[in-house]
């Protein structure tokens, strides 16, 4: 697979689940599995907040898809983790069997049509989080999301069926829209990993003081940060672009989409193509900010994108 980011989780690291850690094996121990994720939210958050004995008091419901195993995480969020990841706005959406289904028949899709991109979810996404919004707030819904303070969760709502960022939105749910954005975040996830493990970005490089890279097609949004990108957010973008237009050239290949699908995947595919090539160049205007492991991932990121 063409890819610039690993598509393994490095052993022995910070995010190796299997590490001989005593917090880790406790959790495995009492049967506490899927709090694992929060125990290196401690790690990386060290607000001293106890993160993992908060995430005892959800349930998880265990979703088996070829061979993985992933948390559907149930109940109330614990403020303490909501407010640390910015979902203080949403609830966990409460589980039924059409969700279950909707769900199941995302990740079936992925592992059956595309099996390499399937093998990056199962290795860094470990927890699901199916959120709404709360009545009462003002909050628009989030798609999808993931947080690098919070390793192998993703978070995502009932508008994942039905929108592609930036801008494809259907009225009809569709399974395939959920896959993507199930993948969209597991690249990020995968992407947040290698960030925090390796000097991709000159010392001294801060989100606060970075250059703005202008997203012309963000604009019709009217939120500030959306139309103007720092430099680590854009190289975030455009890893995840490449690994999603290859995903959707793969479903507009097949046979099998209903009429409003195709038609999604197509804008999508039509709207991403100059995007990425468009953040390509101008991550290459800004190649000081970054390392030379840095540059090398650039100089990667260059052919995938010219792949494309």
Not at 204 to 227: D, F, H, L
Not at 246 to 272: I, P
Request: glycine share 4%; aromatic share 8%; charged share 25%.
């Amino acid at each position: 697979m063409l890819t610039t980011i690993p598509t393994r989780v490095e052993s022995g690291s910070l995010f190796d689940l299997d590490r001989n850690d005593p917090s880790l094996t406790r959790l495995r121990e009492e049967g506490a599995e899927w709090a694992i994720p929060f125990a290196l939210m401690e790690k990386l958050v060290k607000t001293g907040a106890p993160y993992a004995e908060h995430a005892r008091t959800l349930r998880s419901d265990r979703v088996r898809v070829a061979g993985a195993c992933f948390d559907w995480l149930d109940d109330d969020l614990p403020p303490a983790i909501a407010s640390e990841i910015n979902l203080t706005d949403y609830s966990i959406l409460k589980h039924t069997p059409e969700r279950r289904e909707a769900l199941t028949q995302a990740l079936e899709r992925l592992a059956a049509a595309h099996p390499e991109d399937f093998s990056r979810v199962r290795e860094f996404v470990r927890a699901l989080l199916w959120v709404g919004v709360k009545p009462g707030t003002a909050a628009a819904s989030l798609t999808s999301s993931s947080d690098p303070a919070l390793p192998y969760v993703i978070v995502f709502s009932e508008k994942a069926r039905h929108h592609i960022p930036p801008n494809t939105v259907d009225t009809e749910p569709s399974g395939l829209f959920l896959a993507e954005n199930l993948l969209h975040e597991a690249v990020h996830q995968s992407v947040s990993f290698h960030v925090l493990q390796h000097p991709v970005f000159v010392q001294g490089y801060s989100s606060r003081t970075s250059p703005k890279i202008e997203i012309a097609w963000r604009a019709a949004q009217g939120v500030a940060r959306n139309q103007f990108w720092e430099v680590d957010r854009a190289f975030h973008a455009t890893c995840v672009y490449n690994r999603l237009l290859r995903f959707r050239r793969t479903e507009l290949d097949r046979d099998d989409l209903a009429a409003h699908e195709r038609k999604g995947f197509q804008d999508a595919y039509a709207e991403g193509l100059p995007a990425v090539r468009y953040l390509m160049d101008r991550l290459e205007d800004h190649t000081a900010h970054f390392t030379e492991h840095g540059q090398a991932l650039l100089a990667g990121l260059r052919h995938e994108t010219d792949q494309v």
